[in-house]
């Protein structure tokens, strides 16, 4: 509960920074409508990433600002974004935990470790996808996008990122980070050492882990509670 409240703080605040970054990167006559794309991702964390990112370190040294963002792909909890600008597009990665800027969206040569992250044959079959960008779906902020877990922000049928509080045990079926499998399945008293959560993630995925069902999304209350009785 308190680290979902923490989570909102952190929100506000990277909101209010990005506003303040704005004042320096957006052109006079675009801030507006630059502020208020901005505002609609309040409670996002991977659209503030992005747009923090972007704030922080424009990619070229004009003015500019994000008019909209596409969803590229999306794969364990990390997203590639694509976005348009006042003057051009962009790729960046975005989770969770950080934003990184890839390139211009005109790059011809991609990285393989990319490519393969997100299944794509090669860079020209990724530039196509691009090149067809007016194809690409708008981004749903993550947090209003019901097939993405509201934890961990993997996609449903992906096995959840091993410490989301939304996990099913699949020994007893309550929260894998609540109930105490861990101890019982390695016999020990304390679960905190690489090694032992190494073991007992071998020991799940033996067992078959459960993944991201959206259809099971509205049988955890207390965290829409505590998302509607979070402070603005
Ligand atoms: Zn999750
Ligand atoms: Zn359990």
Redesign the pocket.
């Known amino acids: 509960m308190k680290k979902i409240l923490n989570l909102n703080l952190n929100l506000k605040q990277k909101l209010s920074e990005i506003k303040l970054l704005m004042q320096y990167a957006v052109p006079v006559e675009k801030l507006e409508q630059a502020t208020g794309f901005v505002i609609d991702l309040r409670d996002d964390v991977i659209g503030l990433n992005l747009c923090h990112h972007f704030y922080s370190f424009l990619p070229e040294p004009n003015d500019d600002y994000i008019k909209n963002i596409a969803l590229v792909a999306r794969r364990k909890g990390t997203f590639l974004l694509l976005a348009r600008t006042g003057l051009s597009a962009y790729i960046y990665l975005v989770s969770q935990e950080k934003a990184e800027f890839v390139s211009s969206a005109d790059e011809k040569e991609w990285s393989r470790e990319l490519l393969d992250f997100f299944g794509y044959r090669d860079s020209a079959a990724f530039s196509r996808q691009l090149g067809n960008s007016k194809t690409l779906p708008a981004y749903i902020p993550s947090c209003r996008d019901e097939n993405i ?6 996609e449903h049928g992906e096995f ?2 091993l410490g ?4 099913i045990c699949p020994w007893c079926d309550g929260r894998l980070t609540g109930c105490n499998c861990r101890f019982t399945q390695l016999e020990r008293d304390q679960v905190t050492r690489i090694k032992d959560i190494e073991e007992f993630s071998r020991k799940l995925t033996a067992r078959g882990r459960i993944p ?1 069902n959206k259809n099971e999304r509205l049988s955890f209350p207390a965290l829409a509670d505590d998302r509607e009785s979070a402070p603005e």
């Open positions: 877990c509201p934890s961990c922000r993997v959840h990122i989301c509080p939304l996990e991201y």
